[in-house]
RNA sequence: GGGCGGUUAGCUCAGCUGGUUAGAGCGCCACAUUGACAUUGUGGAGGUCGGUGGUUCGAGUCCACUAUCGCCCACCA
């Protein structure tokens, strides 16, 4: 036997691991058509990204699926891919060109070349996400790794537009949309972030009304004021009634009133003019009434000739100079310097967003035209419809809420972006005729400019990378996915749009409704977060945490524990390294656990167990293992990772390393020392997989059977040994009183006295043994050290060898521990009676679960059994 | 304004449909240690589960109100 070391080493292991999973095909799923299959497709990462702590908790909880599922004999496909993620890959490459000194990429060098860079640079990143990935541990599939800007994805993202444009979900039309002027671009109402900013807010004579606003630079085209209906102060003006001239900005002007209840009361003066062109609510407003809207600032941000003199000036430069304007001419009434209020920017840009009315391409939610359980319902329907029916779960149950809440102000989805990076509008225009296909129609077709939102490729993630629109055998097979995980901060960007692009897509290409969908089952888990709570970042280096520097210090296997173990799904979590570090040492545990077992087996320890030689350990430690068996599997089953990871964690360290691994060195059985060992194994190889199949390799050295591919443990009833079980725990109870009353007394070691436990059935004395060691020791009378010892060998050989000495009446106070004991009886009964209650109380009989109602039935036997025992205590006591 | 979550040991967090004495890791204190493991072992200290009230035989768990921190959505003229 070659000496091993006396830690472990995971750089020692984890790469050559890796490459033999890889490369044993077992990452693939089993061909074999009679294997149930499961499938989760991996959010891809970005191209261009390295690899973070949300990455590496995502892929630490699919891996834990994948390789229960695996184990559990599933045909798993753990689908891996990267995302092209359009906006934000493009405005990295642009930034580093400019920082290479180019002024302006996009006009220097045009469309394709700068694509070509993008391409290029995009290829040459890819490859440190995916060996990250690797780093993980990840046990998916690179066979058939897919990129979400591939040929095939593009012919899928092309076949989707054109069904949707034949089925006049797709629409051209203006509409208010956020315009990014820095990248030039739409963003979507979901990429918005909201920064608190401190401006002045401006009060403004405008006729006989007082308006209030922060941006006077948008009050040119200004010709509409508004108040709410109801607004007694405002009675007087009627709907529709013309007002003026009065002096603006630019000389007299006229203005309309309109009432609307958009209108807050509360705000301000309750009137406000409205610039439709570049403000949402005004937009909604100007729509309702058919009021004319104007434009007044330019894409690049500058202000239109309606500003009049300030035509051609930026926002920034022109406001401070209108106000001046406005102010000369007496209509400023008051200016408050520190108005807080949000502004918008761009989620990924992080550039300041401003409404524009244009043309863009944009998705119907409201038509009804998908053909759902019968009836032919909208986008928005059926959203709703496959969460509120189940066929769609999401862990935890409370995001339902909120995916609702989305959907219920979920807008027309403006789809077309002004960039170049992503997949192009497959849209043909020749002199005002419109076409649409992946391909050019012919001569003198000129195709759409715009690229489609991220999103609307990657919402066909989960089936375009089976080989849809072909029917493939793939498709067939692993659609829908069992799982999506994610975090609960992309619920609206994608899983939301996930389910809408699936459920359209497939149920038009003839699946039935219940393999229409994405997935079954959403787990949401929650952002990692330093020390403080706050979010990580690169800017407070001391509390920022990199995987990758994780990894190479403490090794995967700990990494992946920290960040699956204390988390609950949809709740953020705190990371620190002394958490990490502790989880190494657990790794470390369980090498040296192993260390052990394979020092004490030999040719002669023999491969199957033989229950005949079973001593009360063996089968205490079975027992318990078949307990810890079929709990962490419940708990995997139920999303419950963490439970699941702590319930083996404990067995393994607490149980079967402080006490059997003990009990082992007096009196070992190597069958069942290697046996446990070997399930356990098993038990936490989805959650560290490396350093369980380095022991795997060492105990089983075949090189065929890996562990990633043994077969998940099940439960033996044939070794459940309750009573037995109960023994031994209790004979552990008395030792821990004993080696605590070992530590606390002082003992003289001169003065030895042999405790005794004498062997006797009842609970209620062993436990009073206890009762009387401590008194003993109190009284100075017991050598503890010994003692302990003693029972400490008695537990591993379990033959009760322990001598006795019973100067009970002496020791003993029986008044109190008839108090004691009657005081239990008391609390019992008063239990008892309350079960009583409750199970003859008809409503509950009737209406309470069989599983409920047996379990206070056998509760109540439990109770009572314990009443009676208790009672013939007190009769002893007595006595 | 609407919604959601957190509040449990010094710190970070578990605690599944209510059930005996509320748990873990880290930290702290004491002791141990030559053969699995100091990345260790044993023992210990430390909690009126944010507050008030209610339902119940029984509440960390359910209900109402409340305090406080955080997040999401909408609005911000």
């Known amino acids: 036997m070659q000496e091993l070391p006396k830690t472990f080493s995971p750089k020692d292991f984890e790469e050559a691991l890796y490459k033999k999973w890889e490369e044993s095909g077992s990452f693939a799923p089993d061909p074999d058509p009679s294997k149930k299959p ?97 780093k993980m541990g990840t046990s998916c599939d690179w066979s058939r790794e897919r990129y979400t800007f591939s040929d095939e994805m593009n012919h899928a993202v092309n076949e989707l537009f054109t069904m949707m444009y034949t089925d006049r979900l797709i629409y051209r039309g203006d509409r208010i949309v956020n315009w990014d002027p820095k990248m030039q671009t739409t963003v979507a109402d979901d990429e918005l972030e909201y920064v608190e900013e401190k401006s002045a807010f401006y009060t403004f004579q405008y006729g006989p009304f007082q308006i209030g606003t922060s941006r006077p630079e948008t009050k040119f085209g200004d010709k509409v004021v508004v108040m709410h209906p109801n607004d007694p102060r405002y009675a007087q003006y009627k709907h529709g009634e013309e007002i003026g001239p009065f002096e603006w900005i630019n000389g007299p002007t006229m203005a309309t009133v309109i009432k609307d209840e958009a209108i807050d009361m509360e705000f301000g003066t309750g009137v406000m003019t409205i610039t439709p062109w570049h403000d949402t609510t005004d937009f909604e407003i100007a ?84 053909d759902w359980k019968g009836k032919q319902l909208s986008i928005k329907e059926v959203l709703q419809d496959v969460v509120h029916s189940g066929m769609i779960k999401i862990v935890p149950d409370r995001f339902d809420k909120i995916y609702f809440h989305w959907i219920d102000n979920l807008r027309d989805w403006c789809i077309s972006r002004q960039i170049w990076w992503g997949h192009r509008i497959p849209v043909w225009y020749k002199e005002g005729e419109v076409k649409v296909g992946e391909t050019s129609p012919g001569e003198g077709w000129i195709q759409d400019e715009d690229t489609l939102d991220t999103w609307f490729s990657s919402q066909l993630w989960t089936f375009s990378t089976l080989g849809w629109p072909e029917k493939t ?55 990692i977060r330093d020390i403080r709570g706050k979010k990580m970042s ?128 007096v009196n070992k059985n190597p069958a069942v020392l290697k046996h446990v060992l070997k399930d356990c194994l098993k038990l936490l190889h989805p959650f560290m997989p490396f350093v369980t199949e380095a022991i795997w390799e060492l105990t089983e050295g075949a090189p065929n059977k890996m562990l990633m591919i043994a077969e998940w443990p099940k439960a033996n009833l044939a070794w459940n040994f309750e009573e037995e079980t109960e023994e031994v725990q209790r004979v552990m109870e008395v030792v821990s009183t004993l080696r605590s009353l070992r530590a606390e007394s002082n003992v003289d070691a001169t003065k030895k006295i042999h405790a005794i436990i004498y062997a006797h059935e009842d609970l209620g004395l062993l436990q009073a043994k206890a009762e009387i060691i401590k008194r003993l ?87 009572k059994s314990k009443l009676e025992k208790n009672k013939s205590q007190l009769t002893t006591l007595t006595k």
Not at 587 to 592: G, R
């Open 38 to 134: 499961y499938s989760i497709m991996m959010p891809p990462p970005n191209a261009t990204g390295t690899l973070h702590l949300g990455h590496a908790t995502m892929l630490a909880i699919e891996d834990i699926m994948a390789r229960f599922k695996r184990m559990q004999g599933f045909a798993t496909l753990y689908l891996p891919g990267t995302d092209h993620a359009a906006i934000a890959t493009e405005s990295v490459v642009i930034k580093k060109l400019q920082e290479e000194g180019m002024r302006n990429p996009k006009e220097e060098l045009g469309r394709e070349a700068l694509l070509q860079k993008i391409r290029d640079f995009v290829e040459n990143s890819k490859n440190t996400i995916r060996n990250q990935v690797r």
């Open 287 to 370: 729509e309702r009434h058919k009021l004319e809207k104007i434009q007044v600032i330019d894409e690049q941000g500058r202000l239109l000739p309606i500003a009049g003199e300030f035509a051609g000036m930026k926002i920034h430069e022109a406001r401070p100079k209108i106000v001046e304007k406005l102010a000369a001419k007496g209509l400023l009434l008051s200016t408050d310097e520190n108005y807080m209020h949000n502004v918008a920017v761009s989620y990924r840009g992080k550039g300041k967003v401003e409404p524009q009315i244009m043309k863009q391409w944009f998705v119907d939610v409201n038509k009804a035209v998908i």
């Open 473 to 527: 055998p793939d498709l067939m097979r692993f659609t829908p996915s069992d799982v999506l995980e994610t975090g609960y901060d992309i619920l609206f960007f994608w899983v939301a749009r996930m389910i809408l692009g699936t459920t359209y897509a497939l149920r038009k290409s003839g699946f039935p409704e219940e393999k229409s969908i994405p997935f079954k089952n959403v787990y949401l888990h929650g952002l």
């Open 538 to 665: 690169k800017s407070h280096p001391e509390t920022c945490i990199d995987p990758l520097d994780m990894i190479e210090k403490y090794g995967t296997d700990a990494i992946r524990l920290s960040l699956v173990i204390g988390g609950t799904p949809g709740n953020d979590m705190r990371l620190y390294e002394e958490k990490i570090a502790g989880f190494r040492n657990f790794v470390n545990k369980i090498w040296n656990g192993a260390r052990f077992v394979l020092m004490n087996l030999d040719e002669n320890t023999p491969q199957d167990l033989d229950p005949s030689i079973f001593s009360r350990a063996d089968k205490w430690i079975l027992t318990r293992l078949n307990e810890i068996i079929e709990k962490a599997t419940t708990q995997l089953e139920t999303y419950q990772f963490s439970e699941a990871g702590m319930t083996v964690y404990d067995f393994f360290w607490g149980e079967y390393c402080d006490w059997y691994v003990e009990m082992s060195k």
């Open 777 to 863: 020791a109190n009284l100075g009378e017991l050598d503890l050290s010994e003692t302990g010892e003693k029972v400490e060998k008695s537990l591993a050989t379990f033959v009760g060898d322990i001598e006795i000495f019973l100067p009970l009446a002496d020791l003993i106070d029986f008044d109190q521990e008839r108090k004691r004991v009657e005081k239990e009886i008391q609390e019992l009964e008063k239990y008892i009676e309350g079960i009583e209650r409750k199970l003859s109380n008809p409503a509950f009989a009737q209406n309470a679960p069989k599983e409920i109602l047996d379990k206070e039935k056998s509760k109540l036997e439990e109770s």
